[in-house]
């Protein structure tokens, strides 16, 4: 995989957010960034078979050009402490809820289904929502190259934490059990069509479930993973009816 590097008329800031969502959606283009500090106003791109024209039709759409090839490198060694992709730490989460939740059930006496799917929603919502909040700002980033929404509006990647802690305070709470459900069959089902939009292209991007913390993978395991809160919403409704 090779590194391009082109001369662009990007010119700060502003102008780099409006090429972004062009870039992140395209499937050969697995890196790229744009060096603002640079006199020439440099566009990294990092992906196989990419050409200035193909860049330039990239960004054509967002108002800006390809002004020439500044150069073209080998793709760099990845930094000795760049952290592996691995599903541990999610697996590992959703085993420790389980096993609470579990614990719990058998602490009440009885096992009760609908408390118990509360349950593990309300740990899943806070623990998740825990790690976007240690950096927002990175996981907004991460978001916005998959999820639908948050493509269009960047800032729903910064509300989407706080939402994700209302659902779970309000499940820990039983606080309006029947809008507690939608919301979240509505919140959730939308991004799982991010994810299946992202499979569908095998997009080879990173997913923020967990933040930016661990480097976790986009795979069938984001999208069981998504689809199981839509699924445990709609069967909580279903319940209560």
Not at 25 to 37: G, Q
């Amino acid at each position: 995989m090779l590194v391009h590097r082109y001369k662009t008329d990007l010119h700060c800031g502003t102008c780099v957010e409006k090429v972004r969502p062009l870039l992140d959606a395209a499937p050969d283009v697995a890196r790229w960034k744009a060096d603002m500090t640079d006199p020439d106003k440099v566009l990294t791109v990092e992906g196989d078979g990419i050409t200035a024209e193909r860049v330039a039709d990239l960004i054509r759409p967002a108002g800006y050009h390809v002004l020439g090839e500044a150069e073209q490198l080998a793709a760099p060694t990845p930094a000795p402490n760049e952290q592996p992709t691995s599903y541990y730490p999610l697996l590992l989460i959703l085993l420790y809820l389980l096993g609470v939740v579990g614990l719990m059930e058998l602490a009440a006496g009885s096992f009760d289904v609908m408390r118990a799917m509360g349950r593990f929603m309300a740990g899943f919502f806070l623990v998740f929502s825990f790690f976007k909040l240690l950096d927002v700002r990175a996981f907004a980033d991460a978001y916005r190259t998959y999820d639908v929404v948050a493509a269009r509006w960047p800032i729903y990647g910064y509300i989407y934490p706080f939402i994700e802690v209302a659902l779970g305070v309000a499940y820990l709470t039983h606080f309006a059990p029947v809008a507690t459900n939608i919301v979240t069959l509505v919140v959730m089902g939308v991004s799982t069509i991010g994810v299946v939009n992202a499979l569908s292209a095998r997009r080879k991007i990173r997913c923020a479930c967990l933040g930016t913390v661990f480097n976790l993978p986009m795979s069938s395991v984001t999208l069981i993973e998504d689809a199981l809160m839509v699924v445990m919403a709609a069967v909580m409704l279903v319940m209560m009816v």
